[in-house]
T-cell receptor
């Protein structure tokens, strides 16, 4: 069974802290790994990773994929209260254009 | 503006009633998806469609039905057979191309409450 696991499930930090969110997966046909940020409603896209070892960056956020160890991390530096959200990791499978989502990490950034 | 719309935003229904949730996209995407999200949980796939007039069951299709008569539209019907339908429903679409990774774009969601 295809599975995506995220840790921690919940995290509380203070503004200015750096956080690392983890995503590991066990799937039969991997195509890509995606990170989304979900605040109140619709998830918004952050990164898509297809190749190992290539870091993707967007401002204070960065992410990297390790296809040998089957995991990805999402780093957020100098956190702000606006980073408070649920961060979802999803793996796109190589058949049926199907996606498997992890449970999400709920990040709370306190002022 | 290109995007995905879902309606209604909030929906209340009585037990035993069928209800249809709308999802429309003008992104010219081939693939469309329906997910269910329960509090504190990730997204679970209900149905997906890669092309017009074709759709596949996801992990939790029981009690739901869909149609894909037009590329832009992928309505979801929650039937009375769905035992626990109260949830947040998200529609998504993607290019659906086999050669490259595909990003999903999400609609704003419909919150369904069964009274």
């Amino acid at each position: 069974e295809d599975k995506v696991v995220q840790s921690p499930l919940s995290l509380v930090v203070h503004e200015g802290d750096t956080v690392t969110l983890n995503c590991s997966y066990e799937v039969t046909n991997f195509r890509s790994l995606l990170w989304y940020k979900q605040e109140k409603k619709a998830p918004t896209f952050l990164f898509m990773l297809t190749s190992s070892g290539i870091e993707k960056k967007s401002g204070r956020l960065s992410s990297i994929l390790d296809k040998k160890e089957l995991f990805s991390i999402l780093n957020i530096t100098a956190t702000q209260t606006g980073d408070s959200a649920v961060y979802l990791c999803a793996v796109e499978l190589n058949y049926g254009q199907n996606f498997v989502f992890g449970p999400g990490t709920r990040l709370s950034v306190l002022p | 503006d290109g995007g995905i719309t879902q309606s209604p935003k909030y929906l209340f229904r009585k037990e035993g009633q069928n209800v249809t949730l709308s999802c429309e996209q003008n992104l010219n995407h081939d693939a469309m998806y329906w997910y269910r999200q329960d509090p504190g949980q990730g997204l679970r796939l209900i149905y997906y469609s890669q092309i017009v007039n074709d759709f596949q069951k996801g992990d939790i299709a029981e009690g739901y039905s869909v149609s894909r008569e037009k590329k832009e539209s992928f309505p979801l019907t929650v039937t009375s057979a769905q035992k626990n339908p109260t949830a947040f429903y998200l529609c998504a679409s993607s290019l659906g191309r086999r050669e490259v990774g595909n990003e999903q774009f999400f609609g704003p969601g419909t919150r369904l409450t069964v009274l």
